[in-house]
């Protein structure tokens, strides 16, 4: 998957306030 690509969700979810720690357990599966 590309990185650019994964870091640009990161931060649309971040806004909607997701917390990051979450998302990133949710990255690594």
């Known amino acids: 998957m590309g990185n650019l690509y994964d870091h640009g969700v990161v931060m649309r979810l971040a806004k ?14």
């Open 16 to 29: 909607y306030g997701i917390p990051y720690r979450f998302w990133a357990l949710i990255a690594f599966v």
